[in-house]
């Protein structure tokens, strides 16, 4: 296994991690990391369940696990050769499936916020989740 996919299956693993202690229902949770150079860098969390999304709360004990950890996959990434990324999204599902995107260009890409539904930033497509009203 590649540095690269250690590095993200250890990020699931505290994924899942927060969820089975927030003791919600879930389908899917999404973290959206934002690289903000030598300034504070950026999560959002959500969680999924069906078509519903809901804000997660992450405590400092998760982002301080997943701050260095997305650090060292853009490092990794760099060591390839590739741009570093500025904006990273894991979701993990129930069933322990991870899915990673990420963009190299736009800061404000793959937007998970409630308030990002339907924008073209959105990490959602089309109408796979319900808006709120």
Known sequence: MSRKNEITVVMAKVLLALMTASR????QVLCRFQAAGNAQNHFQFICRKGR?????HASADYTDLLGPLMLS????LEKEGKSRPLVAVLAVDAS???????????PHAHDISLAGLGSDASYFVGNEVDVPG
């Open 52 to 56: 519903q999304l809901n804000p997660q």
């Open 73 to 76: 996959l853009f490092d990794e």
């Open 24 to 27: 919600q229902q879930w389908d």
């Open 96 to 106: 322990k499936n991870y899915h990673l995107k990420l963009d190299f260009n736009n």
